[in-house]
């Protein structure tokens, strides 16, 4: 069976900070729009999933030994049946994902937005299969956690309404929990309000969702995030002697937050929060949460690359778990928690690397991921040998429904995507290259197309408009000469912070620029708004129109060269 060439080029193969410095690793540590984590531990492996939105497939799940180099090893919604995305916008679809293991059965907890509500799935193995959702119904909230104590009763917590769904201000939410019966895979007994509010609930705290329980010498922990998920956003702790509480906040909250510092810092991390915590086996404590990079002017808090996967120690102090104090900063460069072990075949997710895909097996990488549920198979490795073909099809990505896309998550502030393509367009309609896109209404689209009867290479911004070929707007065209057309095209977008340039090639390693210093921050998640980050975009279609035609794709290859990891 042939392989996907998977490689890195610099840094090595492990989360280093260099290859002189082995005593550290770099943050984030699964970088790029990977939110939401979650983490569990059996024996000396570790298990981390993330919220995936209207992306195919569902929730992915990752493995290490060491908490710093991960692997992704599936998804726990994989199965077009399990789940329909259809006329989603991005930002729905699947929140907060939990992860926990128990009696030789992993279960994911998460919430499928405006379709189906809360749910649960199991796997004996981790990297599946999973079974089919099965749905909770009578959980009303989100973010659903599993906790399994050691007198073998389990239960669930999630963020709710408020008292008689009467809420106070803006944001008032509550933590609520049921008893969960894991055999059966239903909630039992009576709900119960674990917090109301948040911490205190006179100085109206908004947004707190996303609990976790946890057990430590005899008592319960409660974490939460809270002030929601841009700058303001925490993580807070409360402790009880009993799991139905009361639960009592911790008097120096929050245990984790930046938004107290200078936002004009140099290189910034923001927005932390939505933690999850996990115990080694030699007793050290280590929190996973999301963090965001802005790039300059950071005080604008433009980031593109999405809210992602950090990793900081866990420090007890009089018998609460902290992770940042006073005006401390979340660092990017932390001691090594584990001796580093890495599996050679993974594909790296933290500091600078670099990757290519020259699509040299008969299956598509597990890396790459679709818009939306795909209803059938538009893409094939078999009709040319080590060519990734995509057919041209009418839905385009600023509709709501499955077009011909295949994504990679944007993982850096500096580097750049790039692809080469052997395309032919019959018509003006017809469009096929690299995107870099946040949202339908946000995103540009590098390609080769026609104008008239010459062919062409083209860049659009999409645009507002009531008909698929309105949603874009050229802003820079060049024409190809006739022994050009015959070659393949290489296209390329370069990321640097608050702007891209887009290149195109038709001779290798041979670079003309088309157009340089694109506006990065019409793509950032505070003027797209959402909750994911940008991802280029292998992307072919027919806006609207009816297509025979195909696009094939020869590789793909991604590279992210950011200052504070060199």
């Not at 060519?387 to 429904?401: A, D, H, I």
């Not at 390693?509 to 980050?533: E, M, P, Y």
Request: aromatic share 14%; net charge negative.
């Amino acid at each position: 069976m042939k392989k996907i060439i998977m490689f890195i080029l610099f840094v090595g193969t492990l989360n280093w900070v260099s290859s002189q410095d082995k005593k550290n690793y770099a943050n984030p540590i699964i970088a790029g729009f990977y939110p939401d984590p979650s983490i569990c531990r059996v024996g000396s492996d570790y298990y981390l999933v993330n919220s995936t939105f209207s992306y195919f497939p569902g929730i992915t799940v990752f493995h290490s030994g060491d908490l710093v180099n991960w692997k992704l090893i599936g998804y726990v919604l994989d199965n077009p049946k399990q789940f329909n995305l259809d006329k989603q916008g991005v930002s729905r679809g699947i929140f907060a994902p939990t992860i926990r293991y128990n009696k030789g059965f992993f279960y994911v907890t998460s919430t499928l937005v405006d379709i189906g509500g809360n749910f649960v799935a199991t796997a004996k193995d981790p990297a599946g299969p999973w079974s089919n959702p099965v749905w909770l119904g009578q959980i009303n909230g989100i973010d659903p956690s599993l906790f399994f104590d050691d007198d073998g009763k389990a239960y669930i917590v999630y963020n709710s309404i408020p008292p008689d769904n009467k809420p106070l201000y803006e944001g008032h939410r509550t933590i609520r929990m049921y008893e969960f019966d894991a055999d059966s895979l239903k909630v039992i007994g009576k709900e119960k309000m674990l917090v109301n509010g948040g911490t205190d609930i006179t100085k109206k705290p908004v947004w707190i969702e996303a609990p976790h329980i946890f057990k430590k010498d005899g008592q319960y922990y409660l974490i939460d995030a809270e002030g929601g998920t841009a700058d303001n956003h925490s993580e807070v702790v409360f402790k009880s002697g009993n799991v139905d509480g009361p639960y009592i906040p911790y008097e120096k909250n929050p245990i984790l937050t930046q938004r107290q510092l200078d936002p004009t810092r140099e290189h910034p991390i923001t927005s932390t929060g939505h933690a999850d915590f996990v115990e080694t086996d030699s007793g050290d404590w280590w929190g996973v949460f999301l963090g965001c990079r802005p790039y300059p002017p950071v005080e604008k808090e433009y980031y593109n690359t999405g809210r992602e996967t950090f990793l900081a120690p866990v420090k007890w102090e009089n018998g609460w778990p902290i992770i940042t104090t006073d005006n401390e900063e979340v660092q990017y460069h932390y001691r090594l928690p584990l001796p580093p072990s890495v599996d050679p075949g993974a594909v790296p997710h933290g500091g600078n690397f670099q990757t290519r895909d020259d699509f040299n097996s008969d299956t598509l990488n597990n890396e790459w991921m679709f818009l939306r549920t795909p209803h059938e198979k538009w893409y094939d490795l078999d009709r040319r040998p080590g060519f990734l073909t995509m057919r041209l099809r009418p839905e385009s990505c600023s509709g709501t429904m499955n077009p011909s896309f295949l994504g990679h998550r944007q993982q850096h502030l500096e580097g750049y995507a790039s692809t080469a393509i052997d395309f032919t367009p019959n018509s003006e309609n017809e469009k096929a290259g690299l995107a870099i896109f946040q949202n339908e209404k946000h995103f540009y689209f590098l390609c080769k197309s026609l104008n008239g009867n010459k062919q062409v290479v083209e860049l659009y911004t999409s645009i507002d408009g009531d008909h698929l070929s309105d949603q874009i707007q050229l802003i820079s065209s060049q024409e190809l000469a006739n022994d050009q057309v015959k070659n393949e095209l290489a296209l390329k977008i370069e990321s640097h912070g608050n702007m891209y340039s887009f290149f195109y090639s038709v001779t290798p390693d041979r670079w003309t620029l088309l157009k340089d210093s694109v506006d990065a921050s019409f793509l950032s998640t505070q003027i797209a708004g959402g909750f994911v980050g940008c991802v280029y975009a292998l992307y072919a279609t027919s806006l609207g129109a009816p297509s025979s035609n195909d696009a094939l794709f020869d590789w793909f290859e991604y590279r992210g060269d950011d200052k504070v990891h060199r």
